[in-house]
């Protein structure tokens, strides 16, 4: 099997694929070696480590760059975080994941905002864009942020019936996967893994539980988004804080 096949493959509804994301080389070699079956970016951490801002305002062309050197280091299947697409239009869009694929990725997240917009894209709408980028042949997952902001407690039920449909219409407009974050409701979560075609991805957060539970409601694929690298520079600045004081950062213990 070629890498999007491979990665395909690992996306197995109550086996859940788990993806530390990563924003940059070294990050993807340590994360393989930690025992990775794929390598995953995310656009925060990666905006971030780059001096930009979340929300597609790293330049593309760095964006490119950067997969690059991540895909030199491993042997993994890489998913790129591509925020909206890169792209005004759905051509864009395909040229976009074009460029994306051509530089080793062997899937993409997309969102269904556009950025700094808070209202979602028309589901028709969206559903060309996801076409675009699924004519890469690429694995395409399908971010969906209806719960974003949303009222578990009052509107559950209502945000599931939403999700699914956009996820039937992601569906076929050619997504591979479908990713709703903002979402640790267990009985919600179950009800979008039974009801959806596609895959279900969910961002983990304290309030899913481990691994096993996220499995048994169906999950299939489990991203950890920006908290591996906000973790990180909260070490790297309580461990400079710790040494500008005159005191010894906690490594030298070891």
């Known amino acids: ?42 656009s925060y951490g990666v905006a ?40 005004a239009t759905p051509a864009d869009v395909q040229r976009s994941v074009d460029a994306a694929r051509d530089a080793g990725a062997a899937g993409i997240n997309m969102e269904d905002r556009m950025p700094g917009e808070s209202a ?18 690429l694995f395409v997952n399908a971010r969906c942020d209806v719960f974003r902001g949303g009222d578990v407690a009052a509107d559950g039920e209502k945000l599931v019936t939403a999700t699914l449909e956009r996820a039937r219409a992601y569906a076929d407009a050619g997504a591979g996967g479908l990713f709703v974050p903002f ?27 481990p691994r096993a539970t996220l499995a048994a409601l169906g999950v299939a694929r489990i991203s950890h988004g920006h908290q591996p690298w906000a973790a990180a520079m909260d070490i790297m600045k309580r461990e400079a804080a710790s040494v500008f004081a005159g005191g010894v950062p906690a490594y030298a213990a070891g």
């Open 120 to 137: 979602l894209v028309p589901i028709d709408d969206q559903a060309e864009r996801l076409s675009a980028a699924a004519s890469s042949g």
């Open 1 to 42: 099997m070629n890498r999007v096949d491979t990665f395909r493959a690992l996306h197995v509804p109550g086996d859940p694929l788990v993806l530390f994301n990563i924003w940059d080389a070294g990050t993807a070699r340590v994360v393989a070696e930690a025992g990775a079956q794929a390598i995953a970016t995310g």
């Open 183 to 209: 979402l640790a409701d267990h009985g919600c979560i179950a009800a979008i893994c039974e009801g959806s075609p596609l895959p279900v991805n969910v961002l983990w957060s304290p309030g899913c539980g």
């Open 48 to 87: 971030e480590s780059l001096g930009f801002a979340d929300g597609e305002t790293v330049p593309f062309e760095l964006v490119l760059a950067n997969l690059r050197r991540i895909c030199s280091v491993t042997d993994l299947p890489v998913t790129v975080d591509l925020e909206s697409g890169y792209g």
